[in-house]
């Protein structure tokens, strides 16, 4: 049992931010973004679409069933309710897994978090000012050539997460969540009122929502399936973790759809925002992970209004990585605050250094260690395609077969409320439609 009674969460609002807050990261501004553009806009958005709603959406009710139904660390949650099923202790490894993806996850997202947080000085300081590409990719450059600087932001991006978790659920958490989403939505509001103003906002609209079909391809559906199961913090023990704070009268199917519309919504505003700037600037929406990084701070460096604009953003992005990075340091919290005796802020400390240690390795490969590589790939890298190509597709095919097979099937039914059709629904789609998609995801990208 737990030293102390489960936190719980104070309101089904407050979960649902703190849940759209873990799913809304650098993975809707920055990677969708980018994505969209690499994968022709709107085939790729619409393709997105269909797989959250057949993948996506089966995965994230089953990781806060299982948490529900768990009240512990998704570990200790596993092997309970295995045991409990009749079924093989071996299901803890799932639990095991996502919590070990979350934990190397935040390492490198940590310091990805710091550029961000380098970025909003440098638009506070002017530094984009004046600047063609070369400008900015100079700046760049020299941020991840300095290992004393890139371990500078990462030890701050860190103590901000750190100090939010260590104030637990409801200070903590929800306090976190109540103040930046909004802020968040806000923020990203302004950014797309001020694509309005660019004069190719019409432009901008035809790219991400009128479907070239001609531009999908097998790597299109891939990547789309792959995004789709990314961008809802899937298999990384922190969906089964918030719903171990969730309370029973929370209606699984219909919050998570809530979560769902919020993710998206937010993705295409963060598209909406972009590429009116991008296509203004005479720039290609294709220009793969540097279109945040390189060039956007050249657009905003030679526009009108264009430090506060860019201070809007990378505050924005900030946002958007913290709220994820907080969700990420949860799980590894759970686990250890209720395997060992520590109180919440020892656990958040040793979680979080232990978190930051593995970061300066991940920092160091961009420069004193860029010949170090392990299977081809530096550090980073290397943390990078273990985690998304291999640990969170396992993790989120063990948890909706977990909960597909293992779990009474009468059970779940009532605890979603699933009657007649939707209830034949829900089996085709968890036992059969969303795993076969993991694998599907999982072996090309192994390929």
């Not at 809707?28 to 709603?53: E, H, K, P, Q, T």
């Not at 909003?120 to 600047?131: E, H, I, K, R």
């Amino acid at each position: 049992m737990s030293k102390q009674l489960h936190a719980q969460w104070s309101s089904k609002m407050t979960f649902v931010l703190a849940a759209a807050g873990s799913a809304v990261g650098l993975g809707n501004i920055w990677r969708f973004s980018y994505m969209v553009g690499d994968s022709g806009g709107a085939a790729f958005v619409l393709i997105y679409l269909a797989c959250v709603a057949l993948v996506g959406l089966p995965i994230l009710v089953a990781e806060w069933l299982i948490g529900r139904r768990g009240q512990k660390n998704p570990i200790n949650a596993m092997a309970d309710l295995a045991r409990k099923n009749g079924k093989s202790q071996a299901w803890a490894l799932v639990g095991v897994s996502g919590v070990l993806a979350a934990f190397l996850i935040l390492s490198f997202y940590s310091v990805i978090g710091g550029w961000s947080l380098s970025y909003t000085l440098s638009s506070v300081t002017g530094a984009f000012s004046g600047q063609d590409a070369d400008g900015i990719g100079a700046l760049f450059n020299g941020l991840l050539g300095s290992p004393i600087i890139l371990t500078l932001w990462h030890t701050a991006f860190m103590a901000l997460v750190v100090f939010i978790v260590a104030r637990g659920v409801t200070k903590g958490l929800e306090g976190a969540v109540r103040t930046m989403m909004p802020a968040l939505v806000i923020l990203m509001l302004v950014l797309v009122g001020y694509g309005m103003t660019t004069g190719h906002f019409v432009e901008a609209l035809a790219f991400m929502f009128r479907p070239d079909w001609s531009a999908v391809t097998g790597g299109v559906v891939l990547a789309a399936m792959g995004q789709a199961f990314f961008t809802l913090s899937l298999g990384m023990g922190i969906m089964m973790a918030y719903g171990s704070y969730l309370g029973e009268e929370v209606n699984l199917i219909s919050t998570a759809r809530t979560v769902i519309i919020l993710d998206t919504v937010i993705a295409l505003l963060a598209g909406l925002a972009i590429f009116p700037i991008v296509f203004a600037n005479g720039m290609s929406p294709g220009e793969g992970p540097g279109l945040i990084f390189v060039s956007l701070p050249v657009a905003f460096g030679n526009m009108t209004g264009g430090t506060i604009l860019g201070l809007m953003f990378f505050l924005l992005l900030t946002f958007a990585a913290l709220t994820s990075a907080i969700s990420l340091l949860e799980p590894v919290v759970e686990l250890v605050e209720e395997r060992t005796p520590l109180s919440r802020i020892a656990a958040t400390l040793l979680g979080g250094v232990a978190v930051w240690a593995l970061g300066i390795a991940a920092l160091m490969s961009f420069n004193v260690w860029d010949g170090v590589l392990i299977f081809g790939m530096n550090i980073f890298d290397l943390l990078d395609t273990f985690t998304s190509k291999v640990l969170l597709p396992l993790t989120g095919l063990g948890a909706i077969l977990f909960a597909a097979w293992c779990l009474e099937r009468s059970g779940v039914s009532d605890e979603l409320n699933l009657v007649g059709g939707k209830e034949r629904l829900w089996q085709l789609v968890a036992r059969y439609v969303a795993p076969i998609g993991v694998i599907v995801v999982f072996v090309t990208g192994l390929l």
